[in-house]
């Protein structure tokens, strides 16, 4: 089964405007970290946000928030007040506990239209 | 503080050449990890090296190598190149291997191989 699932591959949003973008994992670790990365046309993979599973609020960064729904495993990132230079590949990625390896999802596509 | 860097940024190699990619974590980072990022593929986990033992490792052929050095510095290397070797090697490191420690990329390099 897949760690990280991003069912979005691609997405538009009005500049201005919030725009949700969904991941769902999957683990049985109780322990374990998501994170969100922006990785622009550039190449660069960039840290956005992040959210441990045994924190009780959802993590804020700026314009960046996490809504995290433990019990649906899920961990969508919602983007406020969107802005042209937001547009990019977004990749959901969880590393647990155990193996400390760190899984990826296939990204999403986000387009930013003014 | 210096980001992760990695050299070179830009290699062309022709099919049955061997390859090393470098990679320079952030100063006080243990951890490195590469990836490869191809169109088709996405971002696939080659390996992960901690205190310059190989800790996870991906499903990739033998070709691949690494290793990692006392100052925490990698390099990956790659053997009888292949076309569908051409990708985007993106690097990352972090602190320790925690679930918390976020990982954070370098600038990647990219490889054509003809």
């Known amino acids: 089964a897949q760690k990280i699932t991003q069912t979005q591959p691609g997405m538009f949003v009005q500049e201005k405007e919030a725009v949700t973008l969904d991941c769902t994992y999957d683990?049985?670790?109780?322990?374990?970290?998501l994170f969100w990365y922006k990785q622009p046309s550039s190449g660069e993979m960039i840290f956005l946000i992040y959210?441990?599973?045994?924190?009780?609020q959802n993590a804020t960064e700026g314009r960046y928030s996490l809504n995290f729904q433990k019990a649906r495993k899920s961990a969508n990132l919602v983007i406020s007040a969107s802005q042209l230079g937001d547009s990019a590949m977004y990749f959901c990625?969880?590393?647990?506990?155990?193996?400390?390896?760190?899984?990826f999802g296939t990204g999403t596509s986000l387009t930013v239209i003014p | 503080k210096a980001g992760v860097t990695q050299t070179p940024r830009y290699l062309i190699k022709t099919r049955g050449q061997q390859v090393t990619l470098s990679c320079s974590p952030i100063s006080g980072h243990r951890s490195v990890s590469w990836y490869q990022q191809t169109p088709g593929q996405g971002l696939q986990f080659l390996f992960e090296?901690?205190?310059?033992?190989?800790?996870n490792k991906g499903n990739f052929p033998g070709r691949f190598s690494g290793r990692q050095f006392s100052n925490s510095r990698s390099e990956m290397n790659v053997s009888t190149l292949e076309l569908g070797d051409s990708a985007l090697y993106l690097c990352?490191?972090?602190?320790?291997?925690?679930?918390?420690?976020?990982?954070?990329f370098g600038p990647g390099t990219r490889l054509t191989v003809l």
């Open positions: 683990t049985s670790d109780p322990s374990y970290g």
């Open positions: 090296y901690f205190s310059e033992t190989q800790r």
């Open positions: 959210q441990g599973s045994y924190d009780q």
């Open positions: 990352a490191s972090s602190l320790v291997r925690g679930r918390a420690d976020t990982q954070y």
């Open positions: 990625a969880m590393r647990e506990e155990t193996g400390n390896q760190f899984y």
